[in-house]
């Protein structure tokens, strides 16, 4: 396996003259083996929203870097995450999400576990000399509600949501302050051929929205557009008006515009005109080039109107399949011996809204976990 290119002391500290990441940082598997322990097992990782477990016994299973984790809430309404690994042998012990029963039984060998993670029953354990009950519990994972999400950290030591997003909730909050009252009205699971920070890239600026989201641009002031920066996260501001092509905006929404939160690592929470709704991006990585990404939209309403399910077309025929396709053809260029290996990163001195300034900051952040490595 190829050794991870080292990068300069201090890289993309010069906004206005950065280049990219080396193209190896988007396909290395050592790349990739190192971002899974160094970022994405100390990090918190959203994984839905509170409404896919706001019932005691409801549950969800997601993948990330390799690992099933288990969140669910339990009879008392707690919420808990676990690694969906029997401790016997290994078999996992759900799938998919749904309403799980008062205990969760392994399809193995029936081992059943309460849903706090203690062990309920091992058959036969009776006649197995020195077996210790409390040495076969599920092995637990962080979990935290914030902002009206759900987010897992794997490493048992983690701080807060907050203290990693300081700053975000509040103003997520104010984007969308039904947060909490929405409900999943649609989700496209896409096994995605690229690396993660190809997506985030793609995500990190609007210089691509005039050429590659007709519809979307349409909708969007982007000479009123700006990207402000707050450490762990980033805001996309853009004040919004009508079109045909993507967004019919009612009358009575004032001040219309779009709000887009990227969170570190890889989360993306937008807020469209309304503020009544929202889409989010969810990135779990699954390899040097794989990541899987659930596209999810929430409504207030659970049965959805005819303009709803019109635009829930439009995201997932038109908008979602442009962004799409770009990531994946980048994946493909940046192995190409055409490619120089870095690309030079745009950033005006206007810091406008067709500015690449986020696409520096993130590329800064993924350079200081090499730097605190």
């Known amino acids: 396996m190829k050794p991870i290119e080292q990068l300069p002391e201090n890289f993309c500290a010069d906004e206005e003259n950065?280049?990219?990441?080396?193209?190896?940082?988007?396909?290395?598997?050592?790349?990739?083996?190192?971002?899974?322990?160094?970022?994405f097992a100390d990090s918190w990782i959203c994984v839905a929203h509170r409404s896919e477990l706001a019932e005691p016994n409801d549950y969800v299973t997601r993948e990330i870097i390799?690992?099933?984790?288990?969140?669910?809430?339990?009879?008392?309404?707690?919420?808990?995450?676990?690694?969906?690994?029997?401790?016997?042998?290994?078999?996992?012990?759900?799938?998919g999400s749904g309403r799980a029963r008062n205990v969760i039984?392994?399809?193995?060998?029936?081992?059943?576990?309460?849903l706090d993670g203690e062990l309920a029953l091992a058959r036969n354990c009776d006649n197995v000399p020195n077996f210790d009950k409390s040495k076969a519990s599920l092995v637990p994972v962080k979990v935290e509600e914030y902002a009206g999400f759900v987010f897992i950290n794997m490493n048992p030591e983690a701080g807060t949501v907050e203290a990693q997003l300081p700053?975000?909730?509040?103003?997520?909050?104010?984007?969308?302050?039904?947060?909490?009252?929405?409900?999943?009205?649609?989700?496209?699971?896409?096994?995605?051929?690229?690396?993660?920070?190809?997506?985030?890239?793609?995500?990190?600026?609007?210089?691509?929205?005039?050429?590659?989201?007709?519809?979307?641009?349409?909708?969007v002031q982007v000479d009123?557009?700006?990207h402000t920066l707050h450490?762990?996260?980033?805001?996309?501001?853009g004040l919004a008006k009508s079109s045909e092509k993507s967004f019919k905006l009612d009358d009575s929404i004032k001040d219309p515009s779009f709000s887009g939160f990227w969170a570190w690592p890889c989360t993306m929470f937008n807020v469209p005109p309304g503020g009544d709704f929202m889409t989010v991006i969810y990135e779990?990585?699954?390899?040097?080039?794989?990541?899987?990404?659930?596209y999810e939209i929430y409504f207030l309403n659970k049965e959805l109107t005819e303009a709803q399910q019109k635009l829930v077309e439009w995201y997932r025929d038109v908008f979602r399949p442009e962004d799409l396709r770009l990531v994946e053809s980048v994946q493909r260029g940046l192995k190409s011996r055409g490619y120089r290996g870095q690309g030079r990163i745009m950033v005006d001195r206007q810091r406008s809204g067709i500015s690449e300034h986020g696409i520096v900051h993130f590329h800064r952040k993924v350079a200081k976990e090499y730097e605190a490595g």
């Open 18 to 39: 950065a280049w990219t990441l080396p193209a190896s940082y988007y396909t290395q598997p050592s790349v990739f083996a190192y971002e899974k322990e160094k970022i």
């Open 66 to 95: 390799g690992e099933s984790i288990v969140v669910l809430r339990d009879r008392e309404g707690v919420l808990r995450a676990f690694y969906n690994v029997c401790p016997h042998r290994g078999h996992q012990l759900l799938s």
């Open 105 to 114: 039984t392994c399809p193995y060998h029936a081992w059943t576990f309460k």
């Open 167 to 219: 700053g975000l909730e509040a103003r997520l909050r104010a984007a969308c302050p039904v947060v909490d009252r929405l409900h999943l009205g649609a989700r496209f699971v896409t096994e995605t051929p690229a690396n993660w920070k190809s997506i985030v890239d793609n995500y990190m600026e609007c210089y691509h929205c005039g050429p590659a989201h007709p519809g979307f641009s349409d909708s």
């Open 224 to 226: 009123k557009y700006t």
């Open 231 to 237: 450490g762990n996260w980033t805001l996309q501001f």
């Open 284 to 294: 779990f990585p699954a390899s040097a080039e794989v990541t899987l990404q659930h």
